[in-house]
């Protein structure tokens, strides 16, 4: 049985690799925010607007409870998801976890060029969005680099670069 948790910052490219990892794997891939999406009828955004951060991430650690059920899967976390409640100790229990460590210059990058709506950022400037990764990248590595595998980039990961960290 395999069950592996890519982690890292918005932007750091957990769907897109998640589902070629889990292509090479044979291992089914889901997206976090995906799941919370489909379980609760109402996208990421609506939440936000509905119930605040504080009520996302309650909803949020029950998806992780239930997902870190789900067997032979790669599972693309929510960005935030390692950083709140013993989140990341229930992640490092129940799979390998890989941390998508990207530099703030390509997060910032491809935030300024995505169409996936995410409130925390949303109508920010390029300024405002470099300022604020800066900042939360900061705290949020606390969580992010207790995971079993590191993968360091500036630039976009092949699945074989992703395939061999993660296998090693
Ligand atoms: C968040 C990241 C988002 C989503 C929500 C909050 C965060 O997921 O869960 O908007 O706190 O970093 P992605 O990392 O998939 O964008």
Redesign the pocket.
């Known amino acids: 049985m395999m069950r592996i948790y890519l982690i890292g910052?918005?932007g750091s490219g957990?769907s897109t690799v998640g589902k070629g990892l889990a292509k090479s794997l044979n291992l089914s891939f889901i997206d976090m925010?995906d799941y919370i999406e489909e379980r609760n009828m109402r996208t990421?955004s609506q939440i936000f607007e509905e119930v605040g951060e504080d009520g996302f991430r309650k909803i949020e650690r029950k998806a992780l409870f239930e997902l870190s059920e789900f067997e032979d899967v790669v599972i693309g976390t929510?960005?935030?998801a390692p950083c709140f409640f013993d989140n990341m100790d229930v992640i490092k229990k129940t799979g390998k976890s890989v941390y998508l460590k990207g530099t703030p210059r390509i997060l910032s990058e491809r935030l300024m060029n995505s169409k996936?709506e995410?409130?925390?950022i949303k109508g920010k400037s390029e300024q405002e969005l470099v300022a604020f990764i800066n900042e939360t990248l900061t705290k949020r590595e606390y969580w992010y680099n207790q995971a079993d595998v590191v993968i360091e980039f500036d630039h976009d990961l092949s699945d074989d670069e992703v395939l061999k960290a993660v296998v090693s």
Do not use: C, E, N
Request: glycine share 24%; net charge positive.
């Open positions: 910052y918005m957990k925010d990421i929510g960005g935030g996936v995410r409130p925390l």
